[in-house]
């Protein structure tokens, strides 16, 4: 008879037995814990039709194993049934397919500890009382128990090979309720160490950027420190050597009037957009306010080096500086630059550090700035409104002077005059130039109120103003005034001609400073200037040859050099098709250079002496 025909009713009346009992675990019966072991220290022993015993030796931590294998014991010897993975020494080893116990657990079957399936003959099933097994083993089981004595092998519950229920599932794996908690404990624990580490990110990136403001004032202020202590040595002896300079330059110039010198371009260099310049000697660098192409462009400072190739580095300005009007390379070789802005800010530029390490607010729009000559921690700067205002170096929170002009017409240029020995001592002397003409303003004595020149007066419009400190010559250009139908003189810039952009008959007037507030005109020319624009002009001082005044030609578009105090011209020099927008010369170079600014182009002269 096949051992798993079962008589009906014998069935039927061991599963009403069964299901009329209520389960009641005995001490010591053995049960699968979570993880599927079995966990009570008994042995459960079945003895088969062929006399065979089926073993399974259990503790309280799961099946006991030996040498890594379940035991069957036949005939009192003990053979293998199944391989499995155990635990030496309390150390975790893999079975015969490379898994570890912990991998194993809820995947195996407690009777062969072997891994159950999801289909076969060794697919997994559960009996009434919810302990899992392969279909084959508990087969075996019920086969070996008879029909009569058949218990769940680890609970003892009574059950029949027909209250088996095949599982359909991939695999089953026993939760343990307590490490779910742990888990969710964890997981909560990490979010809240998350967030705390987000906070502190945020802490950090405001400390590093709390660190580089830091940085930077002290970077900034050690560059103040090391220019007012290299201010502090040199002004002592730079006032006295300036005028003995000034006298001895003179008596050469006297001695020497028979000689000549001629200027021969160099080099010609490419600059998109600039619009004015000055030289840092020391630096052997050209520094250019430039507008960058497109629209609404930028406004940068260039730095250019003469020194081939010429290297270009480019220092955007803050915003709200707006475009650069005037720009000044300190003459106290401490390589600063003052720059004058529509943006109503008056800037202070370390050519160094390429960082703007001062800035004052103006009231209105800056047109012009200067150095002082006899105290170079002095600034100027000239207003939209005709408003002079006076800066120190050394206090930045406010300016030292405002002073209203004597017109409300922008002031286009500054120039600080050498200290003259017919003013008190203490008095620093300012030249300025307006649509109205030239004017002085004194600074630190009882006298301050500022007073046009008269030798000015009735020439026209005043457009531009060269001054050479060491020998007070000053040559300033006019333009026509332009008569209303009223025929009511106005002293401001001509309006739009007809047609915009062509030169008009205009004049160069030389004036020589004499004593403290006088001035006598010497001289004046005729000239081709400039009928929207205010261009720019210099003088040139050779040292051992008469001075220079240099100035644009607008009908011809040539660089006029013109013997002082004669107003002779010397020589032409060629220039771009372009109206002259700027010029400068350094005689601190070697050789000496003379840099013309004309639209996008600069040219380089150099000097010949004969």
Not at 143 to 149: A, E, F
Not at 553 to 564: A, F, G, N, P
Not at 576 to 600: A, G, I, N, T
């Amino acid at each position: 008879m096949d051992p798993f025909t079962v008589d009906e009713e014998t069935e039927d009346d061991e599963e009403t037995e069964g299901e009329a009992e209520d389960y009641i675990p005995l001490e010591g019966s053995t049960r699968v814990s979570q993880n599927g072991a079995v966990t009570s220290d008994q042995a459960i022993s079945v003895n088969g039709g062929s006399g065979e015993v089926l073993a399974l030796r259990v503790s309280d931590e799961g099946f006991q194993e030996g040498g890594g294998e379940m035991r069957r014991v036949e005939g009192g010897e003990i053979s293998a049934m199944g391989s499995s993975s155990s635990s030496n020494g309390g150390e975790t080893q893999e079975g015969s397919d490379g898994w570890v116990q912990d991998q194993i657990d809820g995947l195996c079957c407690p009777i062969c500890m072997e891994a159950w399936t999801s289909g076969g003959e060794h697919q997994v099933c559960c009996l009434p009382c919810g302990h899992i097994y392969g279909i084959s083993c508990i087969k075996k089981w019920f086969q070996q128990c008879g029909r009569s004595s058949g218990k769940c092998p680890q609970c003892k519950r009574k059950c029949t090979l027909r209250n088996v229920r095949t599982l359909y599932a991939s695999r089953v794996v026993a939760v343990d309720e307590d490490l779910r908690k742990k888990i969710r404990s964890l997981e909560a624990k990490c979010a809240s160490l998350e967030k705390k580490n987000a906070d502190w990110c945020m802490k950090e990136s405001d400390w590093h950027k709390r660190e580089a403001d830091l940085h930077l004032q002290v970077q900034q202020l050690i560059e103040r420190t090391t220019y007012l202590e290299r201010l502090s040595s040199e002004m002592h002896g730079r006032g006295s050597g300036l005028v003995a300079a000034r006298g001895h330059n003179f008596a050469e110039n006297f001695g020497r009037q028979g000689s000549s010198c001629n200027f021969v371009l160099q080099k010609e260099l490419q600059v998109d957009g600039a619009r004015y310049f000055d030289i840092d000697a020391s630096g052997e660098i050209l520094v250019i306010a430039r507008r960058l192409s497109g629209t609404g462009g930028t406004h940068v400072l260039t730095k250019m080096s003469l020194i081939a190739p010429h290297e270009i580095e480019d220092i955007l300005l803050p915003s709200g500086t707006k475009a650069v009007k005037d720009l000044r390379v300190s003459p106290a070789k401490c390589r600063l630059a003052l720059l004058a802005s529509l943006g109503k800010k008056l800037s202070v530029l370390s050519m160094e550090s390429n960082n703007v390490i001062l800035t004052y607010d103006l009231p209105m729009a800056a047109w012009s700035c200067s150095w002082d000559l006899n105290s170079s921690h002095y600034m100027y700067a000239g207003l939209q409104n005709g408003m002079l205002m006076v800066f120190d170096m050394r206090q930045t929170a406010r300016p030292m002077a405002e002073i209203s002009g004597p017109t409300s017409n922008p002031i286009h240029t500054i120039h600080s005059v050498l200290h003259n020995s017919t003013l008190p001592s203490g008095v620093s002397t300012l030249l300025s130039a307006s649509s109205v003409g030239l004017c002085q303003w004194n600074f630190g004595g009882s006298e301050e109120r500022p007073f046009l020149v008269p030798e000015t007066k009735n020439h026209g419009v005043c457009i531009s103003l060269a001054h050479c400190p060491s020998s007070d010559d000053i040559v300033s250009t006019f333009r026509p005034k332009v008569e209303m139908s009223n025929e009511i003189a106005v002293s401001q810039y001509s309006p739009t001609p007809s047609v915009m952009g062509q030169g008009m008959q205009g004049s160069h007037v030389l004036l020589k400073r004499v004593g403290g507030n006088c001035y006598q005109k010497l001289g004046s020319s005729c000239a081709n200037v400039n009928d929207v624009r205010l261009p720019r002009s210099a003088i040139i001082d050779l040292q051992s040859h008469h001075p220079l005044f240099v100035s644009g030609d607008e009908i011809t578009h040539e660089l006029v050099l013109q013997e002082l105090p004669s107003l002779r011209v010397s020589q032409r020099l060629k220039s771009q098709k372009h109206p002259l927008r700027d010029v400068k010369y350094s005689h601190d170079l070697s050789p000496s250079l003379l840099c013309c600014l004309s639209e996008d182009t600069l040219q380089f002269f150099s000097a010949k002496f004969s």
